[in-house]
């Protein structure tokens, strides 16, 4: 399984991103799809996250500013970013679970994390 994220830059604040992680590989079928940020000397953390059954949550300092989609029939998340600001500027990585079953064996399911590359995101004051 592979993520490429893609989408991010160099931005004023104020303005708006557009992230996408697109899934690819073998696999049963994805559970939980995120986005995480990791600013320079910080922990990575997570800033939204969308389930199977449509659960949409968000961080604090990202909430109602940040929208995550969720494109189940092609296998993408995206990360909308409005009004960004200075802070928000960090490498930006998605993040998801993955559920096979090993021999293809229902009786032996096995959950599997991965992550993409990471997309820069530089927010200019």
């Known amino acids: 399984v592979q993520l490429q994220a893609s989408g991010g830059g160099l931005v004023q604040a104020g303005g708006s991103l557009r992230l996408r992680c697109v899934v690819s590989?073998?696999?049963?079928?994805?559970?939980?799809m995120d986005w995480y940020r990791q600013a320079p000397g910080k922990e990575r953390r997570m800033v939204a996250e969308t389930t199977t059954g449509g659960g949409k949550y968000y961080s604090d300092s990202v909430k109602g500013r940040f929208t995550i989609f969720r494109d189940s029939a092609k296998n993408t998340v995206d990360l909308q970013m409005d009004s960004l600001r200075p802070e928000d500027s960090a490498v930006y990585y998605c993040?998801?679970?993955?559920?096979?079953?090993?021999?293809?064996?229902?009786?032996?399911?096995?959950?599997?994390?991965?992550w993409g590359q990471g997309t820069k995101v530089t927010v200019s004051s």
């Open positions: 993040h998801v679970t993955a559920l096979h079953f090993i021999d293809h064996d229902f009786e032996r399911p096995k959950i599997e994390d991965y």
């Open positions: 590989g073998t696999m049963h079928s994805i559970g939980a």
